[in-house]
């Protein structure tokens, strides 16, 4: 289920701009909202691989990042495989120190639900790419990214390199306050062969993965690989399955020893059907099992008239509690070609152009709006499509003792958002409309409004890494960023929105000199002291009406003001930490500060019937954090991995809205946890490997002034595999079990995917799965 719109009225009219917070904070009105009520006037609540990625160890978890001027974590393809088939490589991460991810279902693939934090910065606060193309924020729409999920399978990635404290300046990212996430996709076999690879397990899950690499082609080395994976995935409560779709492909192509060239398709094609969204008191009074009607739509139609069946009027907000239905459709293509050259004396040149073409469609039926023909239902449906096209270029030279690194990003992003009504029939008149079908927009009843956002991005960088001895390195650099955003009105609907004109115009985020600085020192060998010291910017997010951004607010006069004097956000963060290297054991101690500057807040004035938003700058959060972790390597292949984190991340200022002071001042920041302890136990022995990862995650709170909490929940999950190796035909024939869950906690996944009140209980829960098993056969020929 996705967001009913602006119902921060009801909670002293405070929404937070989804890019505003720290620490997971996700708005009352996200732009990644995909509903809103409809009642007029109010809204409801490669051959040349960078360095970076190529030094990976034999460490399936590589935490420790030794060497590197910051703290660094890599994670291979290895360990990306011992997780089910359609993992999300995000879920992965999160074994990582700091690392907390969250997703109602199993595999981290319902996109509407997953949330990724690191070090208490939100996912729209972090910085992601896939080889050199930038994802953006990745949040669920597609305004200024695409999830890494729709751009690549998780068969096919190399490696994930994240950078906890903050990337490096060369990282293209209009987001970045804090970390990234670098995923790198695999090049294809210099040997001709493939892998078939087929997953059942619970909820009826049908997963089929096959990839075939054609083997250098010629002596030159020109090789490809093509690969299709399609799933089916039942939800695990209620009715309704999720289906995937999507091929990847990869050509590389050298040119003679010192230049490759390299491109990449992504085409995906997703149809979820919604859990819905939970308060506590729904979860206290219907249970955590509870979802939406479908396929029941006379269930749904009785509830939307006030008759309820199932205990939904015993809860606060009984009509809140009876939706039939929400989907989310999304189809995307992304494409990239890459020019890797070494130019000699030291000096390598790699550029490359990307495209990225998105469409999507979400609903949701909502019982606010009746249709024209009577029914008390209508499907509300967002349509949204960009098109996104850049270009990453970078040149490095090795000189002496320094290695010089600068370079450019370019990037135009077309984005279109509207919102529209759909007639649903009179009961046993006729079915009602389908969730896994885009509805033609000439069958709609009613246009809300449409809105066209152009926005060019420039980033410069440069930064120098100076070896001042053998064993201390120092790394100083900086970025220029400049991006402009301008919006246009399509169509709107006054009788909906309540104004004659919707505000429109353009906004800058510009910062000339964001800088960096980093240093290493090996004390001796085996152990390691580091420091990064960096200032980043995140630039302005945008959204149809009412959704949460500078540019959904509703008043034309408020917009003028906004860009006259708004400030984009902007973040200090410090770290420093200690690394040790020994046969037996390998650990880290780090500590952490962010000062978060200029956070945005959207603040409903006026009264529930006639409310306008407006978007303010209510001042910042500090952070402070520490991850201790360490491997121990045991004798007889067992390895045994732990960590553990703390975050403290609280606001500096109290604000002023039209219903007082929002008392919020000392408070910690909703959705993130304060303690987190992970932990790993691996055996390996020739061809059996088997892993038992422990999760620990404290409670989250979901509101600001820290009244309603989820409570703390402890996850078990088991994995086990065989590799037969050859038989016949086929190499490395292989088993794999995946237990999820494995004691059967009932434990609360999500917070905060509907935003969060100013004060008290919200429906913006999600429970996590129950205990589930898949098992895999895989094979490679």
Known sequence: MRFRGFRTVLFASVALVPCAAIAAMQPVAPQSARKADTRKGAARPSASVPKRAAAITTEDIQVFGGGSTRQM???????????????????????????????????????????????????????????????????????????????????????????????????????????????????????????????????????????????????????????????????????????????????????????????????????????????????????????????????????????????????????????????GLRQDFVGSTTLDTALGHGMTWRTTAYAIADAGFSTWVTPYTPSPNGAPLSMQGRDEGGQRYGLVSNFAWRYMRNDFHTGIWFENNNYIQNRRLYQEPLLGQGQPLSPYVWQNTQNAFLDEWGYVFNTNTFQFHLYDTYRVLPNLQVNAGFKS?????????????????????????????????LPQVSASWKVTSHDELFFDVSKNMSTFSFSGWNQGSPFGITDANAFRQEQKSLKPQTAWVYE??????????????????????????????????????????????????????????????????????????????????????????????????????????????????????????????VDYMNTVAAPHYFITNFGASYDFGQLGALRNLSLQLNIYNLLGQKWIAVVGEEGNPLQGDYQSFMPGAPRQFFGTISAHF
């Open 481 to 513: 960023l400049v991006s402009t955003t301008r919006s246009g009105i399509l169509f709107n609907n006054p009788a909906f929105t309540g104004q004659d004109t919707l505000p429109s115009g353009g906004l800058t985020a510009a910062a000339a000199f």
């Open 73 to 327: 974590a890599t994670i291979s393809s290895s360990e990306l495989r011992r997780s089910a088939p359609g993992t999300s490589a995000m879920k992965v991460l999160a074994r990582l120190p700091s690392v907390n991810f969250m997703s109602a279902d199993p595999f981290g693939a319902y996109e509407w639900s997953t949330r990724i934090t690191v070090r208490g910065f939100a996912q729209d606060q972090l910085g992601f790419t896939l080889d050199d193309i930038p994802l953006g924020p990745m949040e669920y729409d597609t305004e200024r990214g695409i999830n890494v999920n729709r751009t690549v399978l998780s068969e096919n990635i190399r490696s994930t390199t994240v950078s906890q404290g903050a990337g490096s300046v060369e990282v293209p990212s209009l987001s970045n306050l804090g970390g990234t996430m670098q995923f790198y996709t695999a090049d294809p076999s210099l040997k001709p062969g493939g892998t078939v690879q087929q997953t059942f397990g619970s909820n009826d899950t049908f997963r089929t993965f096959a990839r075939v690499d054609s083997g250098a082609l010629n002596g030159s080395g020109t090789r490809f690989f093509l690969s299709y994976a399609h799933s089916t995935l039942d939800k695990w409560k209620g009715a309704g399955s999720n289906l995937y779709d999507q091929i990847n492909a990869k050509l590389v192509q050298p040119f003679g020893d010192h230049t490759t060239w390299t491109t990449y398709f992504d085409w995906s094609d997703r149809k979820e059907i919604d859990y819905q969204d939970l308060s506590m008191n729904y979860i206290h009074i219907l249970g955590p099992n509870w979802d939406n009607y479908y396929p029941d739509y006379a269930a749904a139609y009785n509830a939307a008239l006030g008759t309820y069946t199932r205990g939904e009027n015993k809860t606060n907000d009984a009509l809140d509690a009876a939706y039939y239905a929400g989907s």
């Open 576 to 701: 420093a930490g200690y690394r040790i290297h020994r046969r037996w054991f390998d650990g880290l101690l780090t500590g952490y500060r962010a000062n978060f500057s200029n956070r945005l807040l959207t603040i409903a004035q006026g009264s529930i019937i006639n409310s306008y938003a407006t978007v303010q700058n209510v001042g910042g959060v500090t952070m402070n954090g520490l991850e201790v972790s360490g491997t121990i390597h045991f004798p007889r292949h067992i390895s045994w991995y732990n960590s553990f984190s703390w975050n403290r991340a609280t606001y500096d200022n109290n604000y002023t809205t039209s219903s007082g002071v929002a008392q919020v001042r000392g408070k910690q920041a909703p959705n993130m946890p304060i303690l987190m302890w992970k932990s790993q136990i691996s055996y390996r022995y020739k061809g059996f490997s088997t892993d038992i990862d422990e999760n620990y995650e404290g409670h989250r709170y």
